[in-house]
């Protein structure tokens, strides 16, 4: 689950051309947790720092039950991420 998480972190600085750096600093994090978060290999990390992390990209977490389809938004912004890279 972080791995993915991750995954859209990462796409979306990379997108904004936003380093992991300048995100640390203007948060108060260090770089490596970034990193860590990017690669989902973060050993421990809070609610609050991640939805800081996010909402700074102008992203957000979603809370659906587990194995259940993706709806037609999710399908159309999938879709529209994929364009933009």
Do not use: W
């Amino acid at each position: 689950m972080f791995f993915e998480i991750g995954h859209y972190i990462r796409d979306e600085r990379k997108r904004r051309k936003i380093s992991q750096e300048r995100i640390a600093r203007d948060l108060g994090m260090s770089r490596a947790t970034i990193s860590q978060i990017e690669t989902g290999t973060v050993q421990d990390i809070g609610v609050r720092k991640l939805i800081r992390i996010l909402d700074y990209l102008g992203l957000e977490l979603r809370v659906r039950p587990a194995g259940a389809p993706p709806t037609l938004d999710e399908l159309r912004e999938e879709q529209t991420l994929k364009k933009k890279e």
